[in-house]
Each structure stands twice: as structure tokens, then as C-alpha cells.
């Protein structure tokens, strides 16, 4: 595997269900971040790890709660998800080597809450 | 908080003609970072180009090159001899710098191109 890779990239859960987006970058950086495609909106960041810490939570509802186990991992626990939180999530990572770090995208997880 | 304006959300071209989308943005930083991403019907998210606000000189990668005006806040994409494989929705984002520390990015809605053959 090469890149960034996000598993599953389909997802279809009810309310009451609880899920996890796997996110796994294979570039050697260390920092990592969830953002959130809805079809109406731009792309919204939600949260951001640098190191393995989170630094950023962008006043994302606690039914998402991020894990970042290891540089390489990120992952996005879902419990009580509502239809509105349907969308596509994109996990980037970056290489915090200066200020000129580029982030990279996996493929997306495209989530339907019924 | 910065914000990041796209003003058109469709463009067409003819393949081999030239085509420039636009992006405006508001800060009140003088040290950021300007990019361009594509994303094809696949979804994935692909870096085209970058620019550093202290440089001058506009970033050029092959068919792809900018125009930013720092004064103006203005980071205009131009793509050259537009190709079939160029027709995705285009963003323009910002990141701001901490010295190096993480930031996300700030998107733009978005500028669907179409390509005709």
C-alpha cells in the first residue's frame, strides 16, 4: 500500500449503531486529520493530531471521537450518528518538516446514516 | 477566521484551450499558504500546486500555474492545453503558518470544470 488509505470506503449504519473509519498512511508523517465533504458545505476540518496529540477539535460533536494509536493510525469512532452527519470523510496526513508541509489525502469514507 | 471564496461553481472549456478559475481569500495573516487540490470522480483529493505567501514569484507545475495577487488576496489557477483528464471539481484552500506546527485547511466551495472534447 502506498499513500494514505481509509477503510471501509462505503458505510451505511443506523442511528443506534456505533463504527469506526480506519485511516492508515504509509508516508512516514506525522500529523494526521479528519475533514468532513458534505454535499452542501466545503469540506470542513474536524480534527487534527500532530505527533500523536490532538490539537485541534473543531467544535465537532462528541458522537465523533478521534484515536490516533500511532503516527501511522488514525481512527474515527462513531456512536448516535445523525442523517444530517451523511457525507464523505477524508483523512489527510502531513509531514511537519516546515512550513511548507503538504497534505495528502486518502480516498474517503462515504458514510449514510438511516 | 479566514475564509476562502469561489465564485464559479462551474466552468467549461475545449480541450486544448486555456482555462482560469478563480479563488479570493481573507486573512489577516501575512504568512500563509495558498493550494490548489483536484478531485476526479474518484473522490481522492490530489495536490495540483502551492504557493507561499512571501514568495513573488507565481508557482508553475507544467500546464498548471497561478496568479496570486498578495494586495488583492486573489490565487487564480490557470490550466493550459486542458486535457479530458483535467475535468474534476477544483479547490482552493488555505493553511496559515505556525511555525510549522499542524493547521488544517480552509476550502473553498469548489469549481466543477468540464472539459469538451
Known amino acids: 500500500e502506498t499513500g494514505v488509505t481509509q477503510t471501509p470506503r462505503h458505510l451505511v449504519m443506523g442511528m443506534t449503531n456505533k463504527k469506526s473509519l480506519k485511516c492508515e498512511q504509509h508516508?512516514?508523517?506525522?500529523?494526521m486529520y479528519w475533514y468532513k465533504q458534505s454535499a452542501k458545505k466545503p469540506l470542513e476540518l474536524m480534527f487534527v493530531y500532530s505527533l500523536e496529540e490532538r490539537v485541534e477539535n473543531n467544535s465537532v460533536p462528541s458522537r465523533f471521537s478521534p484515536e490516533c494509536p500511532n503516527s501511522s493510525h488514525l481512527f474515527l469512532h462513531l456512536h448516535t450518528l445523525q442523517p444530517e452527519d451523511s457525507a464523505l470523510y477524508l483523512c489527510?496526513?502531513?509531514?511537519?518538516?516546515?512550513?511548507?508541509?503538504?497534505?495528502?489525502f486518502g480516498p474517503g469514507t462515504r458514510l449514510t446514516v438511516l | 477566521a479566514q475564509t476562502v471564496t469561489q465564485s464559479q461553481p462551474e466552468m467549461s472549456v475545449q480541450e486544448a484551450e486555456t482555462v482560469t478559475l478563480s479563488c479570493t481569500y481573507d486573512t489577516s495573516e501575512s504568512d500563509y499558504y495558498l493550494f490548489w487540490y483536484k478531485q476526479p470522480p474518484s473522490r481522492q483529493m490530489i495536490l495540483v500546486i502551492r504557493q507561499e505567501a512571501y514568495k513573488q514569484q507565481n508557482a508553475t507545475e507544467n500546464r498548471f500555474s497561478v496568479n496570486f495577487q498578495k494586495a488583492a488576496k486573489s490565487f487564480s489557477l490557470k490550466i493550459s492545453d486542458s486535457q479530458l483528464g483535467d475535468a474534476a471539481m477544483y479547490f482552493c484552500?488555505?493553511?496559515?503558518?505556525?511555525?510549522?506546527?499542524?493547521?488544517?485547511?480552509?476550502f473553498g466551495k469548489g469549481t466543477h470544470l468540464i472539459i469538451q472534447p
Open positions: 489527510a496526513s502531513s509531514q511537519l518538516a516546515g512550513p511548507t508541509d503538504t497534505q495528502y
Open positions: 508516508l512516514g508523517h506525522n500529523a
Open positions: 484552500a488555505y493553511r496559515g503558518y505556525s511555525g510549522g506546527g499542524a493547521d488544517g485547511l480552509t
